[in-house]
């Protein structure tokens, strides 16, 4: 214990002189060495860059390299990965993607509250703005959850979407910019009165007008709805392009599917039928019963499921407790299984033929992974025995668990 303890605090040590000869700043976060990135923009990581735009593994430091100056990149490299800042990427992309394409609402809702609709969201929206997106989200919960992960000061005296709404002011009077492309508009307990405000004489589209106003600025808009089925709700499903429903794998979240679904049901009776999503969220694999909901899941809901499932990880908890993103909670802690999920579902729901892609590299890697593992267990198991016997790799393998279908 106590030789762990003092190579992890000679690894620490060592990251930390890197650093401090390569100039980067670096500030000390609750004992762990964290990096200030790049003060108000995200980092991303090579490896993103890499996989969002399907290049190939050089591309991203040539580019960097020679295009400095007209994408704007900035760097910053630790002793075993190199960051570029999200607005170069967002440049980057520009130069790629000549169409003007209006943008898209993106919902997260259920029936069922603390399923992972605020944590999920918080991830999607910061990957959209590390591939290069421009992002709004709208806080609709009067709970405010979302509003307080991005530090918001005195929210109560903020402008939510039912000063919008009721057009006591414009919309980018409501706007904070939280970071370079990630937009919010904030929530706070008045915002409950909204839905007693819109009269369901008017149509079921009285949202339409304002969030093509804002169709026109960010390519994702993410809109976190409560819980509640009220007409706020309502109106934000009948106007959304996509409506994702992260669900528990257990008894009280498939009830809030169920109820969710009326909903959307009646929406479609309606003629409004978007795109929907369930995402099986906090999945623990070695819950018998966790196993027996996703089966169930599939078979009620069959494509609506997404095949990215959110593995349980404490990280999630831990990184909104510091109000910071997973993403840059789990580099400066080194941890990157959870990002994965994120990232497979981001391209699961936002680019759909580079996740097919990603499947098959995870499913190698993987393999690689447990076979590696077999064979050390069976090499340490032969020298315990003197026999040396490795068996073979493929009965080692079992299906990636994190993949629903
Ligand atoms: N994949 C996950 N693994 C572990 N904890 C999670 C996961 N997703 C969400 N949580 C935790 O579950 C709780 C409820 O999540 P939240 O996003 O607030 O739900 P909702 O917005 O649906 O009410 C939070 O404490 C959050 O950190
Ligand atoms: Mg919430």
């Not at 819980?227 to 008894?251: E, H, Y």
């Not at 929907?276 to 019963?289: A, G, P």
């Amino acid at each position: 214990m106590q030789i762990q303890k003092i190579i992890r605090l000679l690894n620490v040590f060592f990251e930390f002189i890197h650093d401090k000869k390569n100039n980067y700043k670096i500030t000390h976060t609750k004992g762990v060495v964290g990096m200030s990135y790049f003060q108000d923009d995200y980092p991303v990581h090579t490896r993103d860059f890499i996989e969002i735009f399907d290049l190939s593994p050089s591309t991203p430091y040539v580019l960097a390299d020679k295009k400095k100056d007209l994408f704007g990149f900035k760097e910053i490299k630790t002793k075993s990965n190199t960051f570029y800042n999200a607005e170069a990427i967002r440049n980057y992309r520009l130069s790629k993607t000549k169409e003007n394409k209006p943008g898209e609402v993106i919902s997260f809702y259920n029936r069922k509250g603390g399923v992972g609709k605020t944590t999920l969201i918080h991830q999607q929206a910061v990957y959209s703005v590390m591939a290069g997106y421009k992002v709004c989200i709208i806080d609709l919960d009067s709970q405010a959850n979302i509003t307080k992960s991005f530090k918001i000061e005195r929210p109560k005296e903020q402008k939510t979407w039912l000063q919008i709404f009721l057009k006591e002011c414009e919309i980018k009077d409501a706007i904070h910019e939280v970071r370079k492309n990630l937009h919010l508009i904030p929530a706070n307990n008045r915002l409950s009165r909204l839905a007693r405000e819109i009269d369901p004489h008017d149509g079921f589209t009285q949202f339409k007008e304002d969030f093509d106003k804002l169709k026109e600025v960010y390519d994702k808009i993410f809109i976190d709805c409560g819980g509640v089925a009220d007409s706020t709700v309502f109106q934000t499903l009948t106007t959304s392009d996509v409506i994702i429903s992260p669900a528990f794998a257990d008894d009280y979240s498939e009830e809030g599917l169920e109820l969710t679904m009326e909903e959307l049901e009646k929406a479609s009776k309606l003629g409004f039928n978007p795109r929907h999503i369930i995402v099986i969220n906090s999945y623990y694999q070695k819950e018998t019963t966790a196993k027996q909901y996703k089966k169930l899941y599939l078979e009620l809901y069959e494509d609506t499921v997404a095949r990215t499932v959110i593995r349980r990880a404490v990280d999630f908890t831990k990184a909104t407790s510091e109000q910071r993103s997973l993403f840059e909670f789990c580099y400066d802690n080194k941890i990157d299984n959870v990002l994965d999920d994120v990232r497979l579902l981001w391209h699961e729901i936002f680019n759909p033929e580079q996740f097919e892609k990603l499947l098959k590299k995870r499913a190698i890697e993987i393999e690689e992974k447990k076979a590696k593992e077999a064979k050390k267990k069976a090499k340490s198991q032969a020298k315990k025995q003197g026999d040396i016997h490795i068996p073979s790799t493929e009965s080692n393998i079992s299906q990636t668990e994190h993949i629903a279908q």
